[in-house]
């Protein structure tokens, strides 16, 4: 019986550490083609992290396609490489944390070590896997924006049809609440690094994030996953950053003009 009860703990405990995984993480996936649009199988795709360095490595399918699943946020470059074909290089391609990105890449024939960079001048991709509405807000938009207080739940405002609302316990509305399509704000669900972090009495995040601390900041108002979220109303996700190779910090200033 004993027994029974541990294989029940792992299992609920190994489904949690996934749907974190899930939560604070993208995919990255495509297609590889030669000049003809044929497919091109057994192709070896790398991608890298331009912050980190750490790569992940894949071989195309029969279908010519590849897929990195779980990766973290951020900014990568995406090299395959086949006997026969130029080097192709996708530069600063942007991975959303909750979303997929498409690069196909098309090959070209070489008998030489060449190699064709191609930029994608960090735009983040159209996720054409999902069909949820959501506002994704990056790194530069959240440095940028004024933010009264400086609360990153105020971030969700930015989304059609959400609106700041008063707390269910009157002494908590020190803490960011807002509703979506006129719900009550207690069906909102927040996890940061794809860990609960939902207030369930009176809605909002438990705990509160330096805004210097947010990398990326999603917020889904519909048809999310779910995988992502036990929660109707809407669906938060930030994820914190990371240590990187360059080294990097903030600095800003409060001021107020006496009238």
Do not use: W
């Amino acid at each position: 019986m004993r027994r029974g009860y541990v294989f029940l703990l792992a299992l609920l405990y190994t489904s949690f550490h996934l749907n974190a995984q899930v939560n604070a993480t993208g995919t990255l996936l495509g297609t590889v083609t030669d000049m003809t649009g044929a497919v091109v199988p057994a192709a070896s795709v790398k991608a890298t992290s331009k912050n980190t360095g750490l790569s992940r490595d894949a071989v195309t399918n029969d279908a010519g396609q590849y897929r990195f699943d779980l990766l973290p946020a951020g900014s990568y470059d995406v090299r395959v490489t086949m006997k026969g074909f130029a080097t192709s290089v996708h530069s600063n391609v942007e991975l959303a944390v909750s979303q997929t990105s498409t690069v196909d890449a098309m090959l070209e024939p070489s008998t030489q070590a060449e190699v064709v960079t191609v930029e994608s001048a960090g735009t983040t991709l159209v996720d054409v896997q999902k069909t949820d509405v959501s506002t994704p807000i990056n790194t530069q938009e959240i440095e940028n924006l004024p933010l009264n207080g400086r609360d990153f739940v105020n971030l969700a405002y930015l989304a059609p049809g959400a609106r700041p609302v008063n707390s269910y316990d009157p002494t908590k509305n020190r803490i960011g609440v807002f509703s979506v399509d006129g719900s009550s704000g207690r069906n909102v669900n927040v996890t940061v690094n794809g860990i609960d972090d939902k207030d369930n009495t009176v809605g909002g995040p438990v705990m509160q994030l330096p805004l210097e601390a947010v990398q990326e900041f999603n917020i889904s108002t519909q048809r999310f996953s779910a995988a992502n979220g036990r929660s109707e109303g809407a669906l938060i996700t930030a994820i914190t950053k990371s240590g990187t190779n360059q080294v990097h910090g903030s600095l800003y200033l409060f001021d107020r003009n006496q009238g």
